[in-house]
T-cell receptor
């Protein structure tokens, strides 16, 4: 039972490079999320998708774009990476709206030099 | 504007004793609260939740208490075990909302 799968697990980028973090869930969940975790800041929401075909900004969307490719997949793109985007990125999914538990992937460690 | 706050970055407890982790929130629309546990190099995993219609929820060694008037919740772990050493995140959501707002996390260390 894979749950939420993220790739890549580790990545080093140079400033200005672009890359896409991939996420897929096999739980038939409607909602998907991208969070970043930084020391002392907790988990901050970057973007989310309430359902296939919709995306919305979270707390810290600047510098990122997302695509809800289908119900299973939700990708996060950094168009021009900056050192401030060095972080651990977590994809998550949730069956529906409030009252349901959110399930996380194992994380993607991104370093921008 | 930090809507969910965990004011203790770290907590150290002796094995077998009670661990109490605290969380405060400011948004009165929040009515569903969760605790997540995170080990290094892993994603957060769900631990326990509580709805605003309750003031207590238990699951084995874990109990969450909710004080709506004080906008405060706490997680009690009794007895604490070495495997409980992890970072604990408090999270909150409003009914029908898509967003789950997390606190900064508290690093719990259980000492033998």
């Amino acid at each position: 039972n894979a749950g939420v799968t993220q790739t890549p697990k580790f990545q080093v980028l140079k400033t200005g490079q672009s890359m896409t973090l991939q996420c897929a869930q096999d739980m038939n969940h409607n909602s998907m999320y991208w969070y970043r975790q930084d020391p002392g800041m907790g988990l901050r929401l970057i973007y989310y998708s309430a359902s296939e075909g919709t995306t919305d900004k979270g707390e810290v969307p600047n510098g990122y774009n997302v695509s809800r490719l289908n119900k299973r997949e939700f990708s996060l793109r950094l168009e021009s990476a900056a050192p401030s985007q060095t972080s651990v990125y977590f994809c998550a999914s949730r069956p529906g709206a409030s009252g349901n538990t959110i399930y996380f992937g194992e994380g993607s460690w991104l370093t921008v030099v | 504007d930090q809507q969910v706050k965990q004011n203790s970055p770290s907590l150290s407890v002796q094995e077998g004793r009670i661990s109490i982790l605290n969380c405060d929130y400011t948004n009165s629309m929040f009515d569903y609260f969760l605790w997540y546990k995170k080990y290094p190099a892993e994603g957060p995993t769900f631990l326990i939740s509580i709805s605003s219609i309750k003031d207590k929820n238990e699951d084995g060694r874990f109990t969450v208490f909710l004080n709506k008037s004080a906008k405060h919740l706490s997680l009690h772990i009794v007895p604490s075990q070495p495997g409980d050493s992890a970072v604990y995140f408090c999270a909150a959501s409003a009914w029908g909302a898509q967003k789950l707002v997390f606190g900064q996390g508290t690093r719990l260390t259980i000492n033998p």
